[in-house]
């Protein structure tokens, strides 16, 4: 991945803060999203307290996102329209995105499978690295966990609070004594990535930092630096449960290892290096492959206990940010920066089965739901496509909104899915609900 670390940058959401795409897109001579300080963010630019939307609103004709559409000098169909056409896809092989087009698969739009819920824009969802956008996880169907600025926070759809889980601005040290584990701590932690699965958090930084937290223990358990190289930034991280029972995780760095840490007896069981800067990987249900995709156009598939290549994946045109295993553990999606999203089947690698392009740029996160009827596919910015994986992924939902995403997560029973929105005025929290017979409910509340 790039080595910027500038916040904000060229391709991140400073260019593309809503409303700056045209001059008569400006409130009172500012833009949306363009606020100065912090201390603006209790009002929006038309000086309008900051509200929550929720679905009654949003069927009362209230915008999602509360943006003043009937207040402003353009329509939110023409703004749509330009940022479509203005947008600047982040690329490392030039022409990629436009190089893709002929191969990706048409579908047919209009699915309707997770309906708005809320939009909590108390909750201030932010990105540190344009190209890394894992930093949104949910827990149950009322439980999240994201970054906003140096906090991680947890949010409570159900009583509608929200938490400091851990302050990574001052300095965190380990409470517990581990071999291997830095006792004198980090400070000023720049998080990049993000992985929380049930009592567990992993935080990985810019300088291959790597915090610990078990939510259910006060304090830090475990830290470590994966490497003191320059290159180090941890790219991503995935937990995952192996087959002796015992928890471990996996983290994916630029310096091109993959590194398993076993968290049981808090130390690192696996080291792999490949030729590129690892951007991620993905465990198989069956825990025996593993996809890596990173700074090449090629991804491999690997065996998870050995590390030696099954099959390369060749087809992308750019370098792959992304990447998930379907539950049936037979196929699996990787997304890259050439706008699309390819679906792989184990039992045919020759070429992918489907590919399924972006609005407007890379595919920078994917999730399937964890019964295996849904995949969502998030660019970076304003789009989420959710696919109906029994329809052939022919038929989606496009989730349309402003703002760039800093992650997308369903919940593990699958009755909601979180999207977290960067934007300095607009940003939020986004909670969608599944589709049910019983949805008028919401009404009684």
Same mark, same amino acid.
């Given at each position: ?15 593309? $803060?809503? +409303? ?18 912090? %201390? ?20 009362? #004709? ?34 990629? +995105?436009?190089?893709? %087009? ?11 499978? !997770?309906?708005?819920?809320? *939009? ?7 990105i540190l690295h344009f190209q890394l956008r894992n930093l949104v996880w949910s827990t149950t169907k009322h439980d999240v !966990? ?22 990574? !601005? ?34 990985? #930084? ?24 320059? *290159? ?20 994916? *760095? *630029? ?30 249900? $069956? #825990? ?83 019964? +295996? ?24 939902? %496009?989730?349309?909104?402003?703002g760039e995403i800093s992650g997308v997560s369903f919940s593990p029973d699958t009755e909601s899915l979180f999207i977290g ?25």
């Open positions: 991945m790039s080595q910027h670390q500038e916040y904000p940058m060229e391709y991140a959401a400073d260019d593309y $803060d809503v +409303g700056e795409v045209e001059d008569d897109m400006y409130f009172h001579e500012r833009v949306m999203g363009d606020s100065d300080t912090d %201390e603006d963010d209790e009002y929006d630019h038309l000086d309008n307290k900051i509200t929550d939307t929720s679905a009654a609103d949003a069927r009362r #004709g209230k915008d999602i996102q509360g943006i003043p559409w009937d207040r402003l000098s353009v329509t939110r169909e023409k703004y749509r329209k330009t940022r479509i056409e203005q947008y600047k896809n982040y690329e490392n092989v030039p022409q990629s +995105g436009e190089s893709s %087009e002929k191969e990706c698969k048409p579908t047919r739009k209009g699915g309707y499978y !997770y309906e708005f819920w809320r *939009n909590t824009r108390s909750v201030k969802s932010t !966990y994201l970054m906003s600025h140096f906090s991680i926070i947890h949010w409570s759809s159900l009583t509608c609070k929200k938490t400091e889980v851990l302050d990574v !601005y001052g300095h965190v040290a380990p409470c517990e004594k581990h071999p291997g584990s830095l006792l004198e701590g980090f400070t000023q932690t720049q998080v990049s990535t993000l992985a929380v699965r049930d009592k567990l958090l992993i935080a990985g #930084g810019f300088q291959g930092e790597l915090i610990c937290k078990h939510l259910d223990r006060p304090g830090v358990s475990y830290c470590c630096r994966t490497t003191y190289d320059d *290159n180090a930034i941890t790219n991503a991280v995935e937990i995952y449960d192996s087959p002796s029972g015992s928890v471990h995780f996996m983290a994916s *760095n *630029n310096d091109c290892g993959v590194r398993d840490f076993d968290m049981e007896k808090f130390m690192l069981s696996k080291h792999f290096s490949f030729p590129w800067p690892v951007n991620h990987t993905s465990l198989s249900p $069956d #825990g025996k492959l593993l996809i890596i995709v990173g700074d090449d156009p090629g991804g491999i598939l690997v065996d998870s206990q050995r590390g030696n290549t099954i099959t390369p994946l060749q087809g992308h045109l750019d370098f792959s940010f992304a990447s998930a295993w379907h539950p049936d553990g037979q196929i699996f999606a990787t997304g890259n920066q050439d706008k699309t999203c390819r679906i792989w089947d184990i039992r045919k690698l020759s070429k992918s089965v489907a590919v399924l392009k972006g609005n407007l740029g890379a595919i920078r996160s994917i999730r399937f739901s964890s019964d +295996g009827r849904f995949m969502a596919m998030a660019e970076p910015a304003d789009f989420v496509h959710v696919y109906d994986v029994k329809s052939g992924y022919e038929k989606e939902q %496009e989730i349309d909104f402003f929105v960067w934007d300095r005025t607009y940003g939020s929290l986004l909670q969608y609900n599944r589709c049910r017979n019983y949805s008028y409910l919401d009404s009684m509340l």
